[in-house]
């Protein structure tokens, strides 16, 4: 599988596990990736049909932030996503920032890594593993710390999930 410096966002897997308290890095000046703009839905497991409501839309905000708003419906939150490199790993930081009721406290504006690929049309990412980086860290020196001893492990990103871009009808 082909890792971009882009951005795919697997927000199903943000919003159960959206777990640091502060960013591994507040940097974000790596440009987004234009490929990923638009609207994903989730690849079905087996005979179903995908589920109208797992899509995620993402968009553009800046030259080095994205929207994301995940799920699309009445129930949907919002997200603000950047790409990151830290010592030569790309992923995306992903901030939670509000729902339909409007903003969220500071203490519920958590954050989330996630590591992406995109191949064959099929984008698959998995988030920061807290066993290895742990969710209880109070500052963004720790995470940085605990991330960079660990960055050559195999597992340091977890729970895969996949999306497609959802096609235009005629």
């Given amino acids: 599988m082909k890792y971009t410096v882009g951005f795919i966002i697997i927000v199903v897997l943000v919003i159960v596990g959206c777990d640091y308290q502060e960013p591994l890095t507040a940097d974000h000046t790596v440009s987004i990736d234009q490929s990923?703009?638009?609207?994903?839905?989730?690849?079905p497991k087996g005979d179903k049909p995908p589920n109208p409501d797992e899509r995620i839309l993402i968009l553009r905000f800046s030259d080095t932030e994205y929207l994301i708003h995940y799920p699309t419906g009445k129930d949907g939150l919002f997200f603000r996503g950047y790409p990151i490199n830290v010592e030569g790993i790309s992923c995306v930081q992903v901030q939670l920032i509000g729902g339909?009721?409007?903003?969220?406290?500071?203490?519920?504006?958590k954050y989330q890594v996630i590591s992406y690929s995109l191949s064959n049309g099929i984008l698959e990412g998995r988030t920061l593993n807290t066993d290895l980086v742990d969710k209880n860290l109070q500052d963004s020196a720790s995470l940085r710390q605990a991330f960079l001893k660990h960055?050559?492990?195999?597992?340091?990103?977890?729970?895969p999930g996949t999306f497609r871009r959802i096609k235009e009808k005629n």
């Avoid at 339909?100 to 504006?109: A, S, T, V």
């Avoid at 960055?151 to 729970?159: A, I, P, T, V």
């Fill in 100 to 109: 339909y009721d409007g903003d969220i406290e500071k203490e519920d504006r």
């Fill in 36 to 43: 990923v703009l638009g609207l994903w839905e989730e690849v």
């Fill in 151 to 159: 960055k050559d492990n195999k597992d340091l990103f977890k729970n």
